[in-house]
T-cell receptor, first 112, second 110 residues
Framework: GDSVTQMEGPVTLSEEAFLTINCTYT??????LFWYVQYPGEGLQLLLK?????DKGSNKGFEATYRKETTSFHLEKGSVQVSDSAVYFC???????????FGKGTTLSVSS | SQTIHQWPATLVQPVGSPLSLECTVE??????LYWYRQAAGRGLQLLFY??????ISSEVPQNLSASRPQDRQFILSSKKLLLSDSGFYLC?????????FGPGTRLTVL
């Protein structure tokens, strides 16, 4: 069945460092791919998404490119801030309107 | 615009007590609705989803149940809580090929 694998955390960075969180997926066809962020004690917020191969999703300085050939959707940010500290979830939606399949989440901690 | 509400925000219940968590969506009609659970230090587990009033699909057999009495209302229930039911419960709806989440309910079973 479909699945999402993302790098184990925690990821600890200093402010202004470059961030990469790896995400790969297994699915038939062409799922939509998502990154969600969860701040402490809160629900999940959509960070960015991509719906077809080679699409790049971007938001708040974060980017991820849908790579069909490597079945990947890695999250990147050029310069992280303390306020980026959160848990990041990679997810796929195989068909519009169906449930998301999530990775296990990666905790990011940014220090000043 | 669409908004999703969950209540209560936090709940502490004794083992064996009943449970009722409520989720409502505003600003859309006939949404697909979902209940997820996030246990401490773990990822999200899909519990139930609904494509319409009275239509519930269960993903994980357990002592929880769900109901959808109205188009934009989704309820998660239990007759007798277990310690393992502790966690963060998230309601979500799907629109425009994207899923949107509520603020969550933190449930602690003692």
């Amino acid at each position: 069945g479909d699945s999402v694998t993302q790098m184990e955390g925690p990821v600890t960075l200093s402010e202004e460092a470059f961030l990469t969180i790896n995400c790969t997926y297994t699915a038939t066809g062409y799922p939509s791919l998502f990154w969600y962020v969860q701040y402490p004690g809160e629900g999940l917020q959509l960070l960015l998404k991509a719906t077809k191969a080679d699409d790049k999703g971007s938001n708040k300085g974060f980017e991820a490119t849908y790579r069909k050939e490597t079945t990947s959707f890695h999250l990147e940010k050029g310069s992280v801030q303390v306020s980026d500290s959160a848990v990041y979830f990679c997810a796929l939606m195989h068909q519009a309107g169906t449930a998301l399949i999530f990775g296990k989440g990666t905790t990011l901690s940014v220090s000043s | 615009s669409q908004t999703i509400h969950q209540w209560p925000a936090t709940l502490v219940q004794p083992v064996g007590s009943p449970l009722s968590l409520e989720c409502t969506v505003e600003g859309t009609s006939n949404p697909n609705l979902y209940w997820y659970r996030q246990a401490a230090g773990r990822g999200l587990q899909l519990l139930f989803y609904s494509v319409g009033i009275g239509q519930i699909s269960s993903e994980v057999p357990q002592n929880l149940s769900a109901s959808r009495p109205q188009d934009r209302q989704f309820i998660l229930s239990s007759k007798k809580l277990l310690l393992s039911d502790s966690g963060f419960y998230l309601c979500a709806w799907t629109g425009s090929d994207t899923q949107y989440f509520g603020p969550g309910t933190r449930l602690t079973v003692l």
